[in-house]
C-alpha cells in the first residue's frame, strides 16, 4: 500500500540512537563467534592444515608423505617430504620452512626455506619431466612468466637429472627475494654425455646465480675435458667457457658476454688452439652478436696458419629469417700444409726429366720463403635470406714476408638460389678478379664469374715464369667448371725446357684439358699440332719444326692422376732437320708412336747425318724403345747405314740400344758389310754381337766380320768416328783366315759373273778379285790394317802373312807361299811395289821349286806381277813381268823364260827312264789366255846353246817288229847326237797341242850302231825336223777359273762346263778329279800310240821319209 507524507515524517522522527545500540550487540555476537571460531581453529589447526595440503595433493594426483612439525601464525614447518613412488621419489626434501605474515584476510608467505632437497627429472625425447610434479610445474598457463614475491632460500640443493644424453648432476646454495637480490651458487656436472655421434666428457659448470630487478643473471664457467664427435671428426680438449648471462623478466629476451678457451680444435684434417670473446643480445626475435675469434697454431693438410683472427657481428633479424655476417680476418705465418707439400713433392716427382720439375721445385721453395712471416688479411660480409645466399668479398690479400702480395682478391662474390635473370637456382653463382705474384712466383691476373649455364667461367693470363733453363706462360687461358665439378681449360701455352730424354725451346702448346672431380688430369683428345723452336732427344737437335701429334684411339694424348704421368701419341710422318751431337741431321719418316712411361716404335726412318755432300746416311725399318725404365732403350731392325767416308755400308743391322747418361750404346748388334763401288772388292762380310756407343759427339763401335756361310771371322774391326768433323779410323785385326774346302779367297764363278745359284750354292769366298787369279787355296793369313778417315780424304793400310798357303795360279799349281804383303792402300787393295813371296814350289807343267814372286797390287784393278824366278832343271825359270786387270775380260800373256835348262834334268825330273839326254836350252814359253779363259801355247820355243847335246834310247824295244829296214833304221838313230835343237809349241792348253822338233847337225852317238845306212849318210848334213799333235804332257793345264776357282784344268775336262758354256755343276771332289785324271791320261797314251802306229805305217810305205810330211830331210 502507498506509503503517505505521515508515515514517512513519523518514521525518520525515531531517534537515532535506538539504532546504534542494535549495531552494537551485533558486533558482540560477531566476534564471540570468531573468537570461538579462532579458538576451534587454533586448537585444530594441524589437522586443518594437513587436510588442506592432502586435498590440494590429491587434487592434483600427486602421492607424497609428510610430517607436519610446527604451525603457528608466523611460521610453517613440514619435514620429511616425499613426493612420488617411495621407492624411486620425485623429490625429497629434509625439512621446509614457511614463513607467513599475518594480515587481513589470506596472510602472506614471505619466506620459503628448502633444507636439502633432493629433485629428481628426465630428459626423453626432448621432452623435460619431474614425475609426478609435473602438474606442480606445467600447469599450461598462457599468461607471462613472473617471480613470485618471496623470498627463497635452499641450502643444499641437489637435482639428478636422467636424460637421453646421460646424467647430469645439479647442486644449488643460496637464497634471497625471487624479485630481487637473490644470490646463489649453482655447479652441474655430467661425467659422460652423448648426443648422436659426439661425445663430452668431464662437463662442468660452476656459477653464481642472481636475480636482480626480476632479471636472473649467471656468472660462470662451462669446462669439459673432451668432445668428439666421430662422423665429422671434431674433436675439442680443454675447453673452458666464460658466461656472464642474463635473461629479462619475462625469461624471453637475453643478453650476455662469452669468452672461452680451448686446448685443441680438429675438425677432419684440421686443428688448431682456440681463444675468443664476444656478446649477444636476443629481443623481439633479432639476434645480435658480437664475436672475436683467435686460432693459434692452426694445421690443415693443405696449409697451416701461426695465428688466424675473426672480428666481426652477426645480425639475425625476424627469428633468423634474414642473417646477416661481417668479418675481418687476420692471420699470420701462413703455411703449406703437409698434403699440398707432399702433393707439389708427388708432382716434382712424377715430372721427372721434365720441364715441370725446376718450375715446381722453383714455385714450393719461392712459396716457402715467402710464406715466413707472411699475412693473411680478407673482408667478407655474407647475406641470406628466404630467396637466396650470398658472400661478397670486397677485397682479400696474402702477403709474404718481403712485403710482396702473393694473392689478391677483389670484387668477390659468390651468390645462391637465384639466378640471373632473377629466377630461382640452386647452382651457385661465382664472379671476382685475382692477382698473384711474389719474389719467384709466378704473376698470374684473371676474372672469376658464372656462365649463364651455371658453368664457373675464368680467363686468366699468366706471364713467363722460369726456372733454370725451363720456363712456360699462358698469354690466354679459359676455364669452365661444371656443376658436377668437371674443369675443362683452353687457351695456348708457350714452354721451353726439360722432356723425357731431351729438351724443348720455344714450344707452343695449344691447351685443351679436362679435370674430372677426382682430380684426373686428361690433355689433347684429338690430333694437336705442336710447333717448337728447337727440340732435343738425346743428342738430336731439330731446328723450327711443326709435328701434328694425335691420341690413341678413344685416349687422350696425356694423362696425370692416381697413376701417374702418362703420354701416349703418334704421328703419321716426320720431316724434321736439325743437329745431332753437332751434326748436321736431316729426319724422315713413316708412322711414329710413343707412350710414357711405356714405348716409342717409329718406322721407316731416313736420317742424315752430317753436311751436305759429306753425309752420313740411315735408314731404320723398324725402332722400338722401352719408356718405362731408368734408362732408355729398346731395339731395331733393318738399319742401313752408308758413311759418306768411308767407302764401306752396313745392311740389314740389328740389335738393342739404350741411353744413359748422355750415351748412347747398341749392344747385340748385328749387320751385313759390304762395299759400295760398283765392281765389289771384297763380298759382303756380316758381324754378330757387334757394340757401338756414342758420346760427346764420337761414335766408338767394335765387330768381328764374319764370312756369311761359314761363319768364319775374318777380321776383328775397332772403329771410332767424331760426327762433328767426320773424322775417325779402323783398326782391324785379323788374327787367322784358314782357307780349306770350305772357305776360299774367291766364290765360285757363277755368283761372281752372275748366273743363278741355288740358296746351297751361296759364295764361300771372299773377293771375286780373285777368280781367275787363285784358286784351291790351301794355309791361314794374318794380318793387321788400318782405315783413317776425314772430311776430304781416307786412307788405308795393312799388312798380311802367310807361312804357307797351297793354291792354284794361273801359272800353276803353287805350293808353300809364304811372305808379308804391304799395302799402302788398303781399301783400294793397293800394296807397295816388288812386294816378294817365297815359293816352294810352282808347276806350270813342270815342277819348280824354291822360287819368289814380286808383284804389285794397283787400285784393286790391276795385279801387277813384276816377276818370278825359280831354279829349274839345273837353270832358271822366270815368269815376265805381266798386268791382270782383275774382272775386266781381256787376253793375258804369261811368259816363262827359261834359262840354262839342262836336258838331262830334265829327262831325269821328268823320270824318263828310257831315254836319256845331254844339251843346255834357253827359250819362252809364253801362255795366253783369252778373254773366255781358254789358254794356248803360242809361239813357244826351246833352244840348245852350243855345243848341242845328244839324245839315245837306253831301253829295250817294246814294240813289235817293223821290218828289216825299219828295224836297221831305228838300231842306227837310238843315239844321236845334234849341234843344234829347237822345239817349238803352239796350240790350246785344252785341246791338241802341236810340238815341232828340230834338230840341227843331226850325227850318231857313241852307242849307235854303225850300218849301212848310217854309212850311206854319215858324210851328209842331216836335219830331223819332228812334229807331236797329242796334249803337253804335264804342262799349263787350263784355268778356266772365270767359271770355276777350285779348278786349274778344263773345266769341261773336269765336268764343271758343258762345250757350249752352260754351267753343270758349282765344284767337283778330290775323287772325281783323280778319276778324270786317271781317264786323260789313259787317253793321252792312246793318242800317243795311234800316233807311234801311224809313224811305223809311214815308214814302211816309203822308207826314206821318216817322219809323216810335216818332217823333212834336209841335204
Not at 502507498?2 to 518514521?11: E, F, R, V
Not at 699462358?474 to 722432356?499: D, K, W
Not at 711443326?546 to 694423362?559: A, H, M, N, V, Y
Request: net charge negative; glycine share 12%.
Amino acid at each position: 500500500m502507498p506509503m503517505t507524507q505521515g508515515s514517512q515524517d513519523t518514521i525518520d522522527a525515531r531517534p537515532k540512537g535506538r539504532k546504534r545500540r542494535l549495531l552494537r550487540k551485533v558486533f558482540r555476537i560477531l566476534f564471540v563467534c570468531l573468537l570461538v571460531a579462532v579458538a576451534i581453529v587454533w586448537l585444530r589447526r594441524e589437522r586443518i592444515a594437513d587436510n588442506v595440503i592432502a586435498d590440494a595433493l590429491a587434487q592434483r594426483d600427486i602421492p607424497a608423505t609428510y610430517t607436519i612439525e610446527t604451525i603457528s601464525p608466523g611460521k610453517q614447518v613440514l619435514s620429511d617430504i616425499v613426493i612420488g613412488d617411495p621407492d624411486r621419489p620425485d623429490l625429497t626434501v629434509e625439512r621446509i620452512d614457511v614463513l607467513i605474515t599475518p594480515r587481513f584476510g589470506l596472510p602472506d608467505v614471505t619466506e620459503i626455506r628448502l633444507i636439502r632437497p633432493r629433485l629428481f627429472g628426465t630428459v626423453r625425447d626432448g621432452v623435460v619431466s619431474f614425475g609426478t610434479l609435473d602438474p606442480l610445474i606445467f600447469t599450461g598457463g598462457d599468461g607471462p612468466f613472473e617471480f613470485p614475491a618471496l623470498n627463497l632460500a635452499i641450502d643444499d640443493g641437489r637435482a639428478l637429472m636422467e636424460t637421453d644424453y646421460g646424467r647430469v648432476g645439479v647442486k644449488l646454495s643460496g637464497g634471497g627475494h625471487l624479485r630481487g637480490g637473490f644470490q646463489g651458487v649453482l655447479a652441474a656436472v655430467a661425467p659422460d654425455l652423448s648426443a648422436g655421434d659426439c661425445r663430452g666428457e668431464d662437463v662442468t659448470l660452476f656459477g653464481n646465480v642472481s636475480i636482480d630487478a626480476e632479471r636472473p643473471e649467471f656468472h660462470g664457467p662451462v669446462r669439459f675435458a673432451a668432445l668428439n664427435c666421430e662422423e665429422s671428426g671434431l674433436a675439442i680438449t680443454d675447453t673452458g667457457v666464460e658466461l656472464d648471462l642474463q635473461a629479462e623478466r619475462n625469461l624471453a629476451e637475453y643478453e650476455g658476454d662469452i669468452a672461452f678457451v680451448a686446448g685443441s680444435v680438429s675438425v677432419a684434417d684440421m686443428a688448431a688452439a682456440m681463444r675468443g670473446d664476444g656478446s649477444f643480445t636476443w629481443h623481439d626475435e633479432d639476434l645480435n652478436i658480437r664475436y672475436d675469434v683467435t686460432a693459434s697454431d692452426a694445421d690443415t693438410p693443405y696449409a697451416a696458419v701461426g695465428s688466424l683472427t675473426l672480428e666481426g657481428r652477426v645480425r639475425a633479424l625476424e627469428n633468423f629469417r634474414q642473417v646477416e655476417i661481417e668479418g675481418d680476418l687476420a692471420g699470420e705465418n701462413l703455411q703449406m700444409g703437409r698434403q699440398l707439400l707432399a702433393g707439389l713433392a708427388d708432382a716434382e716427382s712424377a715430372s721427372g726429366g721434365t720441364l715441370l720439375q725446376p718450375l715446381l721445385a722453383r714455385f714450393e721453395s719461392s712459396l716457402l720463403r715467402e710464406l715466413r712471416g707472411s699475412t693473411v688479411s680478407a673482408s667478407f660480409t655474407a647475406r641470406r635470406d628466404e630467396n637466396r645466399s650470398s658472400i661478397a668479398i670486397p677485397q682479400a690479400s696474402l702477403r709474404g714476408g718481403s712485403g710482396a702480395t702473393l694473392l689478391a682478391l677483389s670484387r668477390g662474390q659468390i651468390t645462391m638460389g637465384q639466378g640471373r635473370g632473377g629466377g630461382s637456382s640452386a647452382i651457385p653463382f661465382f664472379s671476382g678478379n685475382f692477382q698473384t705474384g711474389g719474389s719467384g712466383l709466378p704473376r698470374i691476373s684473371g676474372r672469376m664469374e658464372q656462365a649463364a649455364s651455371g658453368a664457373l667461367e675464368m680467363r686468366m693470363a699468366m706471364a713467363e715464369y722460369s726456372a733454370g733453363n725451363a720456363s712456360i706462360a699462358l698469354p690466354q687461358l679459359r676455364l669452365l667448371q661444371g656443376s658436377g665439378g668437371r674443369i675443362a681449360l683452353s687457351g695456348r701455352a708457350l714452354a721451353s725446357g726439360a722432356l723425357p730424354g731431351g729438351f724443348v725451346s720455344g714450344l707452343i702448346i695449344p691447351l685443351d684439358v679436362t679435370v674430372s672431380p677426382g682430380g684426373d688430369l686428361a690433355m689433347w683428345r684429338g690430333c694437336r699440332d705442336l710447333r717448337f723452336d728447337r727440340l732435343t732427344l738425346a743428342n738430336l737437335s731439330l731446328g723450327r719444326q711443326s709435328i701434328t701429334l694425335c691420341p690413341q684411339s678413344g685416349q687422350p694424348i696425356l694423362r696425370y692422376g692416381s697413376g701417374g704421368l702418362k703420354f701416349a701419341a703418334g704421328t703419321n710422318a716426320l720431316n724434321l732437320s736439325g743437329t745431332l751431337a753437332q751434326t748436321p741431321i736431316r729426319l724422315r719418316s713413316g708412322p711414329l708412336g710413343v707412350a710414357y712411361p711405356g714405348a716409342f716404335a717409329a718406322r721407316d726412318l731416313d736420317i742424315e747425318l752430317g753436311p751436305q755432300g759429306r753425309a752420313q746416311r740411315f735408314t731404320i725399318t723398324d725402332l722400338r724403345a722401352d719408356l718405362s725404365a731408368e734408362s732408355i732403350g729398346g731395339d731395331f731392325t733393318g738399319a742401313d747405314v752408308f758413311l759418306a767416308s768411308v767407302p764401306l755400308d752396313i745392311f740389314d743391322a740389328s740389335g738393342n740400344w739404350r741411353y744413359v747418361d748422355d750415351r748412347l750404346k747398341i749392344e747385340q748388334g748385328d749387320f751385313r758389310l759390304e762395299d759400295r763401288q760398283e765392281n765389289d772388292r771384297f763380298e759382303p762380310m756380316v758381324a754378330r754381337d757387334a757394340t757401338l756407343s756414342l758420346f760427346d759427339n764420337v761414335l766408338l763401335a767394335d765387330a768381328v766380320l764374319r764370312e756369311p756361310v761359314t761363319g768364319r771371322a775374318i777380321s776383328d774391326v775397332q772403329i771410332a768416328h767424331n760426327l762433328g768433323s767426320g773424322t775417325g779410323h779402323a783398326d782391324l785385326n785379323v788374327q787367322g783366315i784358314t782357307f780349306d774346302d770350305a772357305l776360299q779367297p774367291a766364290p765360285t764363278a757363277g755368283q761372281c759373273l752372275d748366273s743363278p745359284v741355288s740358296a746351297q750354292q751361296r759364295p764361300r769366298g771372299l773377293t771375286c778379285l780373285a777368280l781367275g787369279v787363285v784358286s784351291n787355296v790351301e794355309g791361314t793369313v794374318t794380318g793387321t790394317g788400318r782405315i783413317d778417315w776425314n772430311a776430304v780424304e781416307v786412307t788405308s793400310s795393312g799388312q798380311f802373312s802367310s807361312d804357307s798357303l797351297n793354291l792354284a795360279a794361273a801359272f800353276g799349281p803353287v805350293r808353300g807361299a809364304s811372305g808379308t804383303v804391304v799395302f799402302t792402300d788398303l781399301l783400294n787393295l793397293t800394296t807397295a811395289p816388288d812386294q816378294r813371296i817365297a815359293i816352294e814350289s810352282v808347276n806350270p807343267g813342270i815342277e819348280v821349286l824354291d822360287g819368289e814372286v814380286l808383284f804389285q797390287l794397283r787400285n784393286a784393278e790391276v795385279l801387277a806381277v813384276q816377276g818370278g824366278s825359280w831354279p829349274f832343271m839345273g837353270g832358271t825359270l822366270r815368269l815376265r813381268p805381266v798386268n791382270i786387270r782383275f774382272g775386266v775380260e781381256e787376253e793375258r800373256s804369261y811368259i816363262l823364260v827359261i834359262e840354262g835348262l839342262e836336258a838331262s834334268r830334265f829327262v831325269e825330273q821328268m823320270e824318263l827312264g828310257n831315254l836319256a839326254a845331254s844339251g843346255i836350252f834357253d827359250g819362252t814359253v809364253p801362255i795366253i789366255f783369252d778373254a773366255a779363259g781358254n789358254g794356248r801355247l803360242e809361239a813357244g820355243i826351246l833352244n840348245s846353246r852350243p855345243p848341242g847335246g845328244h839324245v839315245s834310247y837306253v831301253g829295250e824295244l817294246t814294240y813289235e817288229d817293223i821290218g828289216f829296214f825299219g828295224n836297221l833304221a831305228f838300231s842306227a838313230l837310238r843315239d844321236l847326237s845334234y849341234d843344234a835343237m829347237t822345239i817349238a809349241m803352239d796350240g790350246p792348253l785344252t785341246g791338241e797341242l802341236v810340238t815341232q822338233v828340230r834338230f840341227e847337225g843331226v850325227g850318231q852317238g857313241e852307242t849307235a850302231e854303225s850300218n849301212i845306212v848310217t854309212r850311206a849318210i854319215a858324210d851328209l848334213p842331216i836335219e830331223l825336223r819332228i812334229n807331236i799333235r797329242a796334249p803337253f804332257y804335264k804342262l799349263i793345264n787350263s784355268i778356266r777359273a772365270l767359271y770355276d776357282p777350285s779348278a786349274v784344268r778344263d773345266p769341261r775336262d773336269l765336268g764343271l762346263l758343258a762345250d757350249d758354256g752352260v754351267i753343270l755343276r758349282d765344284a767337283v771332289d778330290q775323287e772325281t778329279v783323280d778319276e778324270r785324271d786317271a781317264a786323260a791320261e789313259e787317253e793321252a797314251q792312246r793318242e800317243l800310240n795311234e800316233a807311234l802306229d801311224a809313224y811305223e805305217d809311214e815308214f814302211e810305205n816309203d822308207e826314206a821319209d821318216i817322219q809323216p810330211q810335216e818332217s823333212e830331210a834336209m841335204q
